[in-house]
């Protein structure tokens, strides 16, 4: 009793205007019959001063009158309500929060003297109908109206005996012929309002089901209404094939069950192009199921949908249960693991973008495009190609989020994305994903030297380019894990050694083993199992690089090392057995060169003793204004 | 003069001359236009500043591309040349300017890691 009622709480939610969490009476409550899915129960609230009937219980809260904590004449904080102008212009109130403060028998009675609420003929009082049963089977619009009609003919007496003492309930209400009708007819409107909006909201006649969920869809069922958000929406294409010509467009949708693409061709372009909009929510239903054509959607889903001349498509305010967009995303470093031309999801931080160019296709179409290099936690960095529209728009100044779904992965240059015609981009979404992602990065991820896995311009395979110091080798224990570990360095020649560092192997091509030198002009080698009266002189080198911070012994082979020697094996095994100075002035001249050398490094065991072996797997000469370039990255890095 | 070669001389760019009048620097830049009396020239840097180098004796020879001039900053912001080495293009790597500017203002921000000065003894 001592709670007071937000006075005028009922006039202005009559009026379709926003309460904020009035305070209200219930003064009756009745199930309202509908022949599919949950009851749904109506109320009559009071504010003291005016009652309001035309309000309806969200069946969320259906449990607050099954386990009977809504009783007349309780008094109720609605938290949150929704309003619906029916088809024919009348409103009703959604409870869809509500808070019980007072139960009713501390409320003791009624307060105040409400009288109903008159909207100008349209009240919100329920209405007759004199037809006494009207089942709410489909009803579609035009049949409400009709009977609303007459309902309106006598309100007051209908809000007469609503204000009577006698709390509503339904078999008061049948027992006078007339209450018994508007309680029907009141059904009868009521359920195309509960019908399309399960969870409120939105004027969606004629759909008389419940909200379907996306990955109940089939082309055997025709009857189902959807409520979902367009995650992707593309722009008007045209065609002109033998057929004749047409446009179309598409669109994806996403819902909390899954995601399904629908096209809408020549008429219905027209019809929903403007209406449709990404990241917006909408009831759709009546449209043509088919099984997907996977040439043009990713979307996992086995069907896609066409719309025709009766679909319908109404937007919808009621978002919460809607998920924003439905991404699986694939962690940088596993891109490696995916195949190529997999359709994947990604998001990360775009560390640097490149300007946008124009390229012309082999179609002579000018589309442009922009490469941009995203990094994610795993710290590997991979390049993503944006084209047209998308390229032209992006801004990577400042270091966003970029989150791609439906990303074609490819091997160019290792591994690289690109943004399909059906990709969506998004550029910082509002994604717990994308928020951990921007932490990780002004924390420590600016700083990562990451490694890309799309070649870059400089020398080897994006996957091994690992740029390290001498010293980090032993910093870093690097070699101690099960695989070998790669790297790049820039490093000096200190000392190579000259003993032993050629030796006679086997002639045969590709077998490279040492042969035995039989002493009879012969030369076995083993592997083969065959004599040779030649043997073919292989260079083994031991060598030590350095750098500012430390110095290693590395082996080189063949190859590398006849590019630091700048001689042939052949031609240093001839040296060294005609003219020894000669031979030494190869050596000589090889001390204290520069190179990049690109090197393996493992762990290795010989009879219970374990060392890190390097090995030299390439060489090539220092790029100085690469390298420059990187010490000055490494510089601002460190400045930060 | 010649004491000049024995000091050290900071590379600098347009934007660092006035920091550094009255002292012995080393300046890189392009050559863009040669004074017809042959005895001044226009360089600009990096960053694409222009400055002004003067010669004791006129040129004697076609100057193009980009020069490391080493003298001394006058109070005008001029550079009176002591020596200049022409950087060719036809040979080794070709000089990346913009390049060569950002290095300067890393020594510059960080002189406490790039202590290039030398006693003046040698």
Same mark, same amino acid.
């Given at each position: 009793?001592?709670?007071?009622?937000?006075?005028?709480?009922?006039?202005?939610?009559?009026?379709?205007?926003?309460?904020?969490?009035?305070?209200?009476?219930?003064?009756?409550?009745?199930?309202?019959?509908?022949?599919?899915?949950?009851?749904?129960?109506?109320?009559?609230?009071?504010?003291?001063?005016?009652?309001?009937?035309?309000?309806?219980?969200?069946?969320?809260?259906?449990?607050?009158?099954?386990?009977?904590?809504?009783?007349?004449?309780?008094?109720?904080?609605?938290?949150?309500?929704?309003?619906?102008?029916?088809?024919?212009?009348?409103?009703?109130?959604?409870?869809?929060?509500?808070?019980?403060?007072?139960?009713?028998?501390?409320?003791?009675?009624?307060?105040?003297?409400?009288?109903?609420?008159?909207?100008?003929?349209?009240?919100?009082?329920?209405?007759?109908?004199?037809?006494?049963?009207?089942?709410?089977?489909?009803?579609?619009?035009?049949?409400?109206?009709?009977?609303?009609?007459?309902?309106?003919?006598?309100?007051?007496?209908?809000?007469?005996?609503?204000?009577?003492?006698?709390?509503?309930?339904?078999?008061?209400?049948?027992?006078?012929?007339?209450?018994?009708?508007?309680?029907?007819?009141?059904?009868?409107?009521?359920?195309?309002?509960?019908?399309?909006?399960?969870?409120?909201?939105?004027?969606?006649?004629?759909?008389?089901?419940?909200?379907?969920?996306?990955?109940?869809?089939?082309?055997?069922?025709?009857?189902?209404?959807?409520?979902?958000?367009?995650?992707?929406?593309?722009?008007?294409?045209?065609?002109?094939?033998?057929?004749?010509?047409?446009?179309?467009?598409?669109?994806?949708?996403?819902?909390?069950?899954?995601?399904?693409?629908?096209?809408?061709?020549?008429?219905?372009?027209?019809?929903?192009?403007?209406?449709?909009?990404?990241?917006?929510?909408?009831?759709?239903?009546?449209?043509?199921?088919?099984?997907?054509?996977?040439?043009?959607?990713?979307?996992?889903?086995?069907?896609?949908?066409?719309?025709?001349?009766?679909?319908?498509?109404?937007?919808?305010?009621?978002?919460?249960?809607?998920?924003?967009?439905?991404?699986?995303?694939?962690?940088?470093?596993?891109?490696?693991?995916?195949?190529?031309?997999?359709?994947?999801?990604?998001?990360?931080?775009?560390?640097?973008?490149?300007?946008?160019?124009?390229?012309?296709?082999?179609?002579?179409?000018?589309?442009?495009?922009?490469?941009?290099?995203?990094?994610?936690?795993?710290?590997?960095?991979?390049?993503?190609?944006?084209?047209?529209?998308?390229?032209?728009?992006?801004?990577?100044?400042?270091?966003?989020?970029?989150?791609?779904?439906?990303?074609?992965?490819?091997?160019?240059?290792?591994?690289?994305?690109?943004?399909?015609?059906?990709?969506?981009?998004?550029?910082?979404?509002?994604?717990?994903?994308?928020?951990?992602?921007?932490?990780?990065?002004?924390?420590?991820?600016?700083?990562?030297?990451?490694?890309?896995?799309?070649?870059?311009?400089?020398?080897?395979?994006?996957?091994?380019?690992?740029?390290?110091?001498?010293?980090?080798?032993?910093?870093?224990?690097?070699?101690?894990?099960?695989?070998?570990?790669?790297?790049?360095?820039?490093?000096?020649?200190?000392?190579?050694?000259?003993?032993?560092?050629?030796?006679?192997?086997?002639?045969?091509?590709?077998?490279?083993?040492?042969?035995?030198?039989?002493?009879?002009?012969?030369?076995?080698?083993?592997?083969?199992?065959?004599?040779?009266?030649?043997?073919?002189?292989?260079?083994?080198?031991?060598?030590?690089?350095?750098?500012?911070?430390?110095?290693?012994?590395?082996?080189?082979?063949?190859?590398?090392?006849?590019?630091?020697?700048?001689?042939?094996?052949?031609?240093?095994?001839?040296?060294?057995?005609?003219?020894?100075?000669?031979?030494?002035?190869?050596?000589?001249?090889?001390?204290?060169?520069?190179?990049?050398?690109?090197?393996?490094?493992?762990?290795?065991?010989?009879?219970?003793?374990?060392?890190?072996?390097?090995?030299?797997?390439?060489?090539?000469?220092?790029?100085?204004?690469?390298?420059?370039?990187?010490?000055?990255?490494?510089?601002?890095?460190?400045?930060? | 003069?010649?004491?000049?070669?024995?000091?050290?001389?900071?590379?600098?760019?347009?934007?660092?001359?006035?920091?550094?009048?009255?002292?012995?620097?080393?300046?890189?830049?392009?050559?863009?236009?040669?004074?017809? !009396?042959?005895?001044?020239?226009?360089?600009? @840097?990096?960053?694409?500043?222009?400055?002004?180098?003067?010669? %004791? +004796?006129? /040129?004697?020879?076609?100057?193009?591309?980009?020069?490391?001039?080493?003298?001394?900053?006058?109070?005008?912001?001029?550079?009176?040349? !002591?020596?200049?080495?022409?950087?060719?293009? @036809?040979?080794?790597?070709?000089?990346?300017?913009?390049?060569? %500017? +950002?290095? /300067?203002?890393?020594?510059?921000?960080?002189?406490?890691?790039?202590?290039?000065?030398?006693?003046?003894?040698?």
């Amino acid at each position: 009793m001592n709670v007071p009622l937000t006075k005028g709480a009922v006039e202005a939610l009559c009026k379709g205007l926003d309460v904020d969490k009035p305070v209200l009476q219930l003064l009756n409550i009745r199930q309202i019959s509908n022949a599919s899915s949950p009851p749904r129960f109506r109320l009559m609230m009071s504010d003291g001063q005016h009652s309001l009937t035309s309000c309806l219980l969200a069946t969320q809260l259906n449990y607050l009158s099954e386990e009977n904590l809504l009783v007349p004449n309780c008094v109720c904080l609605l938290k949150k309500t929704t309003n619906n102008t029916l088809a024919d212009g009348r409103r009703v109130v959604v409870v869809m929060d509500m808070d019980i403060l007072k139960s009713a028998k501390e409320t003791g009675g009624k307060i105040g003297n409400p009288t109903p609420y008159n909207t100008d003929g349209k009240t919100s009082s329920p209405q007759k109908v004199s037809s006494s049963t009207y089942v709410p089977e489909s009803p579609p619009s035009a049949a409400v109206p009709g009977p609303s009609y007459r309902n309106y003919s006598s309100p007051r007496g209908r809000g007469g005996s609503f204000t009577g003492k006698t709390p509503m309930k339904a078999s008061p209400m049948k027992a006078s012929a007339i209450k018994a009708s508007p309680s029907k007819g009141l059904t009868m409107k009521v359920s195309p309002m509960k019908a399309s909006p399960m969870k409120a909201n939105s004027a969606s006649p004629g759909s008389s089901a419940k909200v379907n969920p996306i990955a109940s869809l089939n082309p055997y069922q025709s009857k189902w209404t959807i409520r979902a958000r367009v995650t992707n929406k593309s722009s008007i294409r045209t065609w002109s094939n033998s057929k004749g010509e047409g446009k179309l467009f598409s669109f994806e949708i996403v819902d909390e069950s899954g995601e399904i693409r629908i096209t809408a061709f020549n008429k219905e372009v027209d019809k929903f192009f403007s209406l449709v909009e990404q990241g917006k929510v909408y009831y759709i239903s009546k449209a043509t199921l088919k099984p997907a054509n996977k040439q043009y959607t990713t979307l996992k889903n086995d069907y896609e949908m066409t719309l025709h001349a009766h679909s319908s498509i109404v937007p919808c305010d009621d978002n919460q249960s809607i998920p924003t967009v439905h991404c699986d995303f694939v962690p940088i470093a596993e891109l490696e693991n995916r195949d190529k031309d997999a359709i994947i999801d990604v998001i990360g931080i775009c560390k640097s973008a490149e300007d946008v160019s124009r390229i012309t296709t082999k179609n002579s179409r000018e589309v442009s495009k922009r490469a941009l290099s995203i990094i994610d936690e795993t710290g590997k960095v991979v390049t993503v190609t944006l084209w047209g529209e998308e390229a032209e728009n992006f801004d990577g100044s400042t270091q966003p989020v970029v989150a791609i779904k439906g990303a074609r992965l490819s091997d160019f240059g290792g591994r690289s994305l690109s943004a399909l015609f059906s990709s969506t981009v998004m550029v910082n979404p509002d994604i717990p994903q994308a928020f951990r992602l921007r932490a990780w990065y002004d924390r420590e991820g600016f700083a990562v030297n990451s490694q890309s896995l799309t070649e870059t311009r400089s020398a080897g395979t994006g996957l091994n380019m690992n740029w390290k110091t001498l010293s980090d080798i032993k910093n870093e224990d690097m070699g101690h894990g099960e695989k070998a570990q790669y790297f790049s360095c820039v490093a000096t020649v200190l000392y190579i050694r000259k003993e032993n560092c050629l030796y006679q192997a086997c002639p045969s091509a590709d077998c490279n083993k040492k042969v035995i030198d039989q002493q009879n002009g012969l030369y076995r080698c083993e592997k083969c199992n065959k004599e040779f009266p030649n043997f073919k002189y292989r260079l083994l080198l031991s060598a030590n690089l350095a750098d500012f911070g430390d110095n290693q012994w590395v082996t080189c082979f063949q190859e590398t090392a006849e590019a630091l020697l700048g001689h042939s094996a052949e031609t240093l095994g001839h040296l060294r057995d005609t003219d020894e100075a000669a031979f030494d002035e190869v050596f000589q001249k090889a001390n204290f060169t520069t190179h990049i050398f690109k090197n393996r490094v493992k762990l290795e065991t010989y009879n219970d003793e374990s060392r890190v072996k390097v090995t030299v797997m390439e060489v090539q000469p220092v790029d100085h204004r690469e390298y420059s370039r990187r010490l000055l990255q490494n510089i601002y890095k460190l400045a930060r | 003069m010649a004491s000049l070669l024995d000091t050290s001389k900071p590379r600098i760019n347009c934007s660092m001359l006035s920091q550094h009048i009255g002292r012995g620097v080393c300046f890189v830049g392009r050559v863009e236009k040669v004074h017809p !009396t042959g005895k001044t020239f226009s360089v600009s @840097d990096g960053e694409g500043k222009s400055a002004t180098v003067e010669l %004791n +004796e006129p /040129l004697e020879e076609e100057l193009s591309g980009i020069v490391e001039v080493i003298g001394m900053v006058s109070s005008k912001g001029v550079i009176t040349t !002591t020596t200049y080495n022409i950087l060719r293009e @036809d040979k080794g790597i070709p000089f990346d300017l913009e390049l060569y %500017n +950002e290095a /300067l203002k890393v020594i510059h921000d960080f002189p406490q890691y790039y202590p290039f000065e030398v006693a003046a003894s040698g």
